[in-house]
């Protein structure tokens, strides 16, 4: 293979159909509907799972195009446009680990993504046993083991396939399949979705906290409620008592009120990164006469 090879050709467009189909099975889906929230986040997943392999193996932005939906199933027509920014025999390394050859090269951007989905499933989700395997593997050097382990570590990458699977949480759809052309590239069922499953680790702080508070506001459906104290925070009310004897209170009647509370504040960060988001729960919450609620 000359070094000059290139997929297909330096500053090149490419496009390359494929489609992603989620069924009931082999069944058709007789509605030929999905819900909106469900479709966007699936579809969302994947486009970022895409653009996040894009970047790290194929060296190229990746854009994803809905084309079409064909009746009988919820069948996505789409198609992924890049660019070939580099030489493609610097990545057959990689490519070679996913059992991709030279004669695949044309659709490598398609085959690559459904290869990794291939990975994880066969590996029953384990990122380590995976990482382990890329290591030991012969036909990776040292670049291209980084290139993979930062890409199987990565909590975009991660997070993406959890949102592209998501649809097999529903009780109307139990597969996702991705094909090319008409032939299957990589299905994924409802056995497999606790392997696409991620939950971000987090550093986590819990502060204990007593003021008076005065209520400011209070939602629609008395599920939040925000409140001025030492400070102003919406809060989620955990006392059973306050809330049986303010249930039948207009919000107005309500607003501007006082209350000694006592709660807890939830703070969480993902794990490396530099921002908190916190929630407040008060416990207990009581008149403001009523100052022994606090002892």
């Given amino acids: 293979m000359p070094d000059s090879l290139i997929l297909p050709g330096f500053d090149q467009r490419i496009e390359q159909p494929f489609t992603i189909c989620f069924s009931e099975s082999n069944q058709q889906i007789p509605s030929n509907s999905i819900g909106i ?17 894009g970047k790290s193996i194929l060296k190229t932005d990746i854009d994803l195009f809905v084309e079409a939906e064909v009746i009988g199933s919820f069948l996505s027509k789409l198609k992924a446009v890049g660019t070939a920014v580099g030489q493609i025999s610097a990545l057959m390394g990689i490519l070679s680990f ?12 398609i085959k690559v993504k459904a290869a990794i989905i291939c990975t994880i499933k066969e590996n029953k989700g384990d990122i380590g046993d995976i990482v382990d395997k890329v290591n030991k593997s012969k036909k990776l050097d040292d670049l291209d ?30 597969k ?12 994924i069922d409802t056995n497999d979705r606790e392997y696409f499953i991620y939950i971000s680790p987090r550093d986590e702080k819990t502060e204990q906290f007593e003021d ?10 008395y599920t939040k409620w925000q409140f001025k104290g030492k400070t102003i925070f919406w809060a ?39 921002n908190w988001s916190t929630q407040w729960f008060i416990d207990s919450i009581g008149d403001e006469t009523k100052q022994t609620l606090l002892i």
């Fill in 37 to 53: 929230d469900l479709y966007a986040r699936a579809l969302t997943g994947y486009q970022c799972f895409a653009q996040t392999v």
């Fill in 98 to 109: 996913f059992g991709i050859s030279a004669q695949d090269i044309p659709t490598a951007y």
């Fill in 145 to 174: 083991k980084l290139i993979l382990i930062k890409l199987f570590n990565s909590e975009d990458m991660r997070e993406s396939l959890d949102k592209f699977t998501s649809p097999l949480d529903s009780q109307k759809f139990n």
């Fill in 176 to 187: 996702i399949t991705i094909s090319e052309n008409d032939n299957k590239l990589v299905s």
């Fill in 212 to 221: 008076l508070v005065e209520i400011l506001y209070i939602s629609p459906e």
């Fill in 236 to 274: 989620e009310i955990l006392d059973t008592n306050f809330l049986q004897t303010t249930r039948n209170k207009k919000s107005t009647e309500l607003k501007g009120k006082r209350y000694f509370a006592r709660g807890r504040k939830i703070s969480v960060r993902k794990q490396g990164g530099v």
